[in-house]
Nanobody
Framework: QVQLVESGGGLVQAGDSLRLSCVAS????????MGWFRQAPGREREFVAT????????RYANSVKGRFTISRDSVKNTVSLQMSSLTPEDTAVYYC???????????????WGQGTQVTVSS
């Protein structure tokens, strides 16, 4: 029903910036929120940021607040994650997600992308 494709991951140095993008396609009319989650090796998947698709209100994990910015483009059906001041602790596979509720909980999201790898070297 909804397909999500992430892009923009790569290898960067600590302190660098990186912008991730996620394109949504299919029947997205019931999508009220899109978000970003990440999973580092040996760790559980964790919440990063989410945006209310209708109002553009945002929520962030404490670990990224002030460094990451989530934004939407309703015309292109895309959500972006601008990441700044990256550290090795940000190394993870980043997933975008879509769902009917504006939430920080992964179980509130119905659709997931394949993920894009972000590696931050020291």
């Amino acid at each position: 029903q909804v397909q999500l494709v992430e892009s923009g991951g790569g290898l960067v140095q600590a302190g660098d910036s990186l912008r991730l993008s996620c394109v949504a396609s299919g029947r997205t009319f019931n999508t009220y929120a899109m978000g970003w989650f990440r999973q580092a090796p040996g760790r559980e998947r964790e919440f990063v940021a989410t945006i209310n698709w209708r109002t553009s209100r945002t929520r962030y994990a404490n670990s990224v607040k002030g460094r990451f910015t989530i934004s939407r483009d309703s015309v292109k059906n895309t959500v972006s994650l601008q990441m700044s001041s990256l550290t090795p602790e940000d190394t993870a596979v980043y997933y975008c997600a879509a769902g009917p509720a504006w939430s920080t909980r992964e179980d509130e999201y119905d659709y997931w992308g394949q993920g894009t790898q972000v590696t931050v070297s020291s």
